[in-house]
């Protein structure tokens, strides 16, 4: 146990309290002024350490100096979210000294924010704030216990006298419940907009859109058999499908079309961002689709499918927008620039937040 | 951005909807019947990759196939949940493949859950389960806005008829207020004591310990004068010190002391988890303290101080102990095997958890 003694020790020492002649502790990452960002790593045996990150075109090297501390400034980055990690001779590493991570299943990044001059819909305000609370569900479709995450509006009322409607907002593949939160800062998004007037208060679910193992229509299941009774059980939701809104990023934006369309008597508004569909349950569900376009126009108030023209999916959701055209499904698709990212993520729900409930 | 788009098309891959034809997701860690773990990372270009784990005397090395997964099965492994590491080349990496990660503000390690047989008393059981809320206050104290962890227990009533009793939980220094319950299960374990009986309900309060920069004392004012009116502004809330405990670990377990101690008025119930006491704030306070024990065990219901025999700390919190037997202060001390681990926090807050509210 020496090495874990060791371990911990060090760990006390960085962890704030340290008197003054111990080493000093690493600020990274550190944002500027001029929005120019600092990020540094410590390692006295590595021989390469490089900054990637989806500010950057390409990694670039960090430089050591002789106490061990690799570092970088990065010129002035354009105020948002962005992911990045450290790679060390090869290996890619979240950034130690960064308490903020990229909630993932796979590889976890970390997250650096550049604020704006004027506070960002993402950021943190001096509004009144929401809460998101955690909690557990029993998926009979799924047969296992599940988390959710529940986002409810500054001043919520849980005496049941106010009623208010629902977003189900589903993550990317890969990505986790708390994605949307921890990554798309949609409860600030949801705060900021709501203290604005600009959106109406409303719950937002986030459930785990990921069934391991697939096959994903079960999460179509789960979604409509297990999640939003538990939520209508528990919450005071308002009735009628023109008070349920699906939205979702990635593999979850195509969960959002198989959700949304084959329940349209449900969900009054269909907001898919950049969505992933080359799936079985998307073929099955789309290939062959003779819906009658006057009933779903009448039933779906909005519909739309949000994408940047340097996604690598950009051509494939074209497709899907043309599909839906062609077969006469109003829909209001937003084309911005920027690629498959979480940056996107933020503007397409603030988008669909000021859009969905009026 | 042609890199970045790669590795989120390999992220897709990965999500779980790879058609056959596709490299198949590496599943770590897998826990087997028998206790054994196997622990696998995929590198082509990794020359030693290594594990260290807490159920590890020393790390132990990872042997890598022709595909270029490395991997390693540990033999039987003791019932229970462990931070673990990859080291790759030498440097310390999360396991990738593993969702579950250490909250902290340093180095964030992955986590692994060994089941018991029997359910232990940590784990998810079929039982009915509390909710965890995350939300902000305004901290006078530190002139900002800071998040804290509200556990609130099954079939909480938000009505304000019943009341409940609150325990203020500090995690330890580098820790985050997410650590009690990712890392420590801190919920479940409420669930399953309070199913048994064996707890009484109650609300939980994780609210973030390190203050940036120090002084530390301020998190006491932040605490007392802040975090404490906030929840009981907002939650049904029993008056009285009877019904208000304090307990931490390391750091935490230090601040437990001096909060407890500094407001014996107000806290009932005093838990200290294998406190870190090296600080000013434990200096000023007890070093030349001559408290009148009577009143102070009259007030203080209990008042223990929990460590294990194997943590780098346990000699410093024997001395803790017998100064405050030395005091004449009434003590529970709670001796058990163990280092300076989580390992140990969940046993101790399982303890605790039956003595409180008594």
């Known amino acids: 146990m020496k090495n874990s003694k060791l371990i911990v020790f060090i760990l006390l020492l960085l962890g704030g309290f340290a008197k003054a002649q111990r080493p000093p502790v690493i600020v990274s990452p550190q944002v500027h002024a001029d929005k120019s960002v600092t990020f540094k790593y410590f390692s006295k045996t590595a021989k390469e350490v490089k900054l990637s990150g989806e500010f950057l075109k390409d990694p670039v090297s960090l430089s050591k100096d002789t106490s061990g501390v690799w570092s970088i400034t990065v010129p002035s980055i354009s105020p948002d979210i962005y992911p990045y990690n450290f790679v060390v001779d090869g290996t890619g590493v979240a950034d130690p000294n960064n308490t903020r991570i990229f909630a993932n299943e796979r590889f976890k990044r970390s997250i650096v924010d550049i604020p704006g001059d004027k506070p960002l819909i993402h950021s943190l305000q001096n509004v009144p704030h929401g809460k998101i609370t955690y909690q557990l569900y029993n998926s009979k479709s799924l047969n296992t216990t599940r988390q959710l995450l529940v986002y409810t509006p500054p001043n919520f009322d849980a005496s049941g006298k106010t009623k208010y409607p629902v977003l189900y907002l589903i993550h990317g593949g890969s990505d986790t419940e708390e994605t949307w939160t921890k990554v798309g800062n949609a409860n600030f998004i949801a705060d900021n907009l709501i203290a604005q007037g600009k959106a109406k208060p409303m719950i937002i679910v ?153």
Not at 226 to 240: H, L, Q, R, S, T
Not at 254 to 262: E, H, Y
Not at 264 to 275: L, N
Not at 287 to 306: E, G, R, Y
């Open 206 to 358: 986030m459930p785990y859109g990921n069934v391991r193992p697939a096959p994903m229509p079960d999460f179509t299941k789960d979604v409509v058999n297990d999640v939003i009774p538990f939520i209508e059980a528990n919450y005071p939701v308002k009735a009628g499908s023109e008070n349920r809104a699906v939205a979702g990023f990635s593999v979850g934006g195509g969960q959002t079309l198989n959700i949304g369309f084959t329940n349209t008597d449900k969900f009054g508004y269909i907001c898919s961002y950049a969505p992933f569909t080359a799936t079985e349950e998307f073929k099955k569900n789309f290939d062959n689709w003779t819906p009658n376009a006057d009933v779903i126009n009448k039933q779906v108030k909005l519909f739309t499918i949000s994408v940047g023209t340097d996604d690598f999916l950009y051509e494939s959701v074209k497709k899907n927008i043309a599909m839906f055209e062609e077969k006469k499904i109003k829909i209001k698709p937003l084309i911005v620039s920027g690629g498959h990212t979480w940056m996107n993520c933020k503007l397409f729900l603030a988008t669909s937040l000021q859009e969905i409930f009026k």
